[in-house]
């Protein structure tokens, strides 16, 4: 460990690339970064949220066939996903959703591919994650295939023939064992999740933390040496800012930067776009600022 990462406090975020909750709490984790500039570091530690999801099919589901059970599952868990998107404001999109079928009956591939993404292009990494969320719950893809994963790896830039290879080799699974492995460790047995630590002190939190919450607690484990400040709207800061996530949500511009409104932040989002630096990603009932570079 450097002696500037000494100096964070790691925000260890226990997640799975299929949770609504997760995506909803974007705008919270950007506007912490802004606002305790270079003393956050972030890891997410897969936690695979649905290990069989016939553990989760209602027994009345059954008397149809596994198909329609899984049809019944899938319909409740749209809904959950949609009573999700006041949380944050993020669109959250339903339509025609079938995550799982009786022959993808897991969110496993999903917690694979991540992992495969940091063996393949760890710089990569978080953004492959965010657009695997997006994919999912926004644009209504069937994210557990296997074409679909591969599918997003290459729209966020990633070698695919690489990702391919990796994702069925045994480093992929040993690396989200270990995952696995740290989650029992700090007996996360309930998703959302996260772990702070600073200077060898712990805080494990669970369940929804908005943003006042997290920055009181960032204050306890440090012993109030680290404080949040106002970040500048500038050009400047939202291009790096772009630069480190290659989609943003104008909410979480928003979140961000401190505006007062979704449309203030709309319009200094547009600033990119007018320049070239960025275009829009369009999804049903919302758009996202996507960097160009990242294509």
């Not at 994702?167 to 740290?182: E, H, I, Q």
């Not at 484990?221 to 939202?238: D, K, V, W, Y």
């Not at 979140?255 to 369009?282: C, K, N, Q």
């Amino acid at each position: 460990m450097s002696a500037a990462d000494a100096e964070r406090v790691l925000v260890s975020v226990f997640t799975d690339p299929m949770m609504g909750l997760s995506y909803e709490t974007s705008p919270v984790f950007r506007k912490l970064e802004t606002h305790f500039p270079g003393r956050l570091a972030f890891r997410y530690v897969m936690s695979l949220l649905v290990r069989d999801v016939y553990e989760l099919v209602e027994p009345s589901d059954w008397t149809d066939g596994e198909v329609t059970a899984i049809e019944r599952y899938n319909a409740r868990l749209a809904k959950i996903y949609e009573e999700e998107e006041p949380i944050g404001g993020l669109p959250i999109n339903m339509e025609g959703f079938c995550l799982f079928a009786p022959e993808r009956p897991s969110s496993l591939p999903l917690n694979v591919a991540y992992k495969t993404a940091q063996l393949v292009a760890p710089r990569e990494a978080d953004a492959f994650l965010y657009r695997l969320r997006l994919a999912t719950v926004a644009e209504c893809r069937p994210t557990t295939k296997r074409e679909e994963i591969f599918a997003v790896a290459a729209e966020t830039g990633i070698d695919e023939a690489a990702f391919r290879n990796l994702y069925d080799g045994p480093a992929a699974r040993r690396a989200l064992n270990a995952d696995l492995a740290l989650a029992r460790a700090y007996g996360i047995r309930a998703l959302p999740a996260c772990l702070l630590e600073y200077r060898g002190q712990k805080i494990v939190t669970s369940g929804m933390i908005g943003y006042d919450a997290f920055a009181e607690l960032i204050g306890k484990l440090t012993n109030g040496e680290l404080q949040p400040t106002r970040p500048a709207a500038s050009i400047a800061a939202l291009r790096e800012f772009l630069a480190a996530h290659p989609l943003l949500s104008p909410i979480e511009i928003r979140e961000a930067f401190d505006f007062s409104t979704t449309e203030e932040a709309e319009a200094f989002a547009r600033l990119l776009i007018e320049s070239g630096e960025a275009t829009v990603h369009p999804v049903p009932r919302g758009w996202f600022l996507e960097s160009k570079k990242e294509k």
